[in-house]
């Protein structure tokens, strides 16, 4: 029996503490440290990153003025292989915000075993004020400022909020301009005519898709009788809305920044794609009722899919939530104290570093095909994407069963493992 048993001592935190990615990383890290009695040296090594990086971007706007933006790029670990994560443009970008979602990086690679660290980069700008030109200037400044710290055997970003393969594209050509050779390797979920890989952009919808298969399974139930809501439109929730909807799930609701969807005999998320192709938004869709982001995250379902941002299920609404189970498509939607809470209620959640680690598991796809210059079918990406999460999955199930630890404990766990084993084996250089 899989009990989501409770964890006291994170909710000492403070209500500013439980709103930071950061301390909300360092409180599972924290715990999953201490119940695996890690070597106090360790610890301090794997509870900072091991590199920060932080630039002050000039850019030509296309009103002629000068504009400076701030960028981060945070390594945290590179004890597995080199660093790896997305980069993300938002106005909300911090660096705390960074330095957590770097750790998680590092966290999620190993959970799924596959050779990288952890990194993530960030810009804080408005995607949605700025011009295809000038995000393009940004895009390839950033990578100036960054080319000796990025590099296929360094460090390989990869998309994450508000980017995307067209990025990915200005980034390679950027590094690639500057080693005086084509270098398709140093970024994955490229476009697939310069080095991209077949699966990799439905990669994160579709692992959500295999972890909800898995938990549906072990938890009894059925897919066609399983209603999924899922919050966030964007790469990640579209994708799994689709996907989970062509096997049979019923997707009752769907919420985005700007409002939500709710039809109870199922949205039909083809029509919706479409629609929100046309209007460039998922409001207004005729073959559903508006209803409120918020509500919806609180609304009667069997599978929740938080795919947005961080910091939605938290100690304000946790106690509302109907779901059975929560799928994280999003890096940090629950808060630590909101942890406790779906524990108290045992909801079987499946951690944001399990759930969403199909997107990095397929840019390793895409990471390997690009070294070896030789392209896969795309049954051969899905096929293997299936087979480690699937392991990843078990594994970690069976972890908090042995150990008697939620499953989220249980993923950081099996995570701070691994990599605590390789530092000792690697030993300290000095
Ligand atoms: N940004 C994605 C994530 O958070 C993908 C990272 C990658 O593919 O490197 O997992």
New binding site residues.
Partial sequence: MTTQTKEPSISSLSAEQEFNPWEAQAARFDLAAQKLKLDPGIWKVLRYPNREIIVHIPVLMDNGTIEVFTGFRVQHSIARGPA???IRYSPEVSLDEVRALASW?TW?CAVVNIPFGGAKGGIICDPKKLSQTELEKITRRYTAELIEFIGPEKD?P???MNTNEQTMAWIMDTYSMHMRQTVTAVV??KPLNIGGSRGRREA?GRGLMIVCNEAVRKLGMQPESTRVIVQGFGNVGSNAAKLMADVGYKIIGIGEYDGGLYNKSGIDVDALIVHRQRNGTITGFKGAEPAGTSELLVTDCDILIPAAIENVITSRNADKIKARIIAEGA?GPTTAVADDILADKNIFVIPDILA?AG??TA?YFEWVQDRQGFFWKESVVNEQLEDILKESFDEVVRYSETHNVNNRIAAYMLAVDRVQFTIRQRGIYA
């Fill in positions: 790896k994560g997305g990086m999620k390989v990869a998309p994450d994955t979920g994160t890096n969403n997107g990095v840019s």
